[in-house]
C-alpha cells in the first residue's frame, strides 16, 4: 500500500450542500434561511449573549467586588517542600522549576511544614513564618525584585 493509492470508503465523504441553486433543488429560493429577518440576511451578525432582545444574562447578574489590575500573582512554595533539596544548596526560582515545584510566576515560600535543611532561599516573597523556619534551620532568605 502506497500514499497515492489510498482511498476513502464508499460514502465516508459527502459533497457539500449547495443551496440557492433553483426552487427544485429542495433548497432554492431563501436557500433554508427562511422568511425575512436578522438571520435571513446576508453578513447577518449576532452576540453569543443575544438573548432576543431580553436583558443579557450576563448583565442581569450582579457585579461585586474589585480586581486590582496590579495584582501580582504568586506560585506558593511550602517549606515541607524544600526539605527535599540537600543543606547548602542555593534554591532559586529556576531550580524550583526544574524540581517541578513552580511554574513561570513569581514564587512565595509558605510555611506549612517542617524545617528544612540550611538552605539559601531566593524567591519572590515570604511569608513571616517561613522566613522565621529557614532562618532558624541556619539557612537565608533573599528576596528577588520581578
Excluded: W, Y
Amino acid at each position: 500500500m502506497e500514499l497515492h493509492s489510498l482511498q476513502n470508503t464508499p460514502g465516508a465523504r459527502r459533497a457539500r450542500r449547495r443551496v440557492g441553486r433553483g426552487e427544485s433543488s429542495g433548497r432554492g429560493k431563501t436557500a433554508g434561511k427562511g422568511n425575512k429577518g436578522q438571520m435571513s440576511r446576508t453578513g447577518h451578525k449576532r452576540k453569543p449573549t443575544f438573548e432576543g432582545g431580553q436583558m443579557r444574562l450576563v448583565r442581569r447578574i450582579p457585579k461585586r467586588g474589585f480586581h486590582n489590575p496590579a495584582r501580582r500573582a504568586f506560585r506558593p512554595v511550602n517549606v515541607a517542600a524544600l526539605a527535599g533539596f540537600a543543606a547548602g544548596t542555593e534554591v532559586t526560582p529556576d531550580l524550583l522549576r526544574e524540581a517541578g515545584l513552580a511554574g513561570r510566576a513569581a514564587i512565595k515560600i509558605l510555611g506549612t511544614g517542617a524545617a528544612p535543611p540550611r538552605l539559601t532561599v531566593k524567591a519572590h516573597a515570604f511569608s513571616a513564618q517561613a522566613r522565621a523556619k529557614i532562618e532558624a534551620a541556619g539557612g537565608t532568605c533573599e528576596i528577588l525584585q520581578t
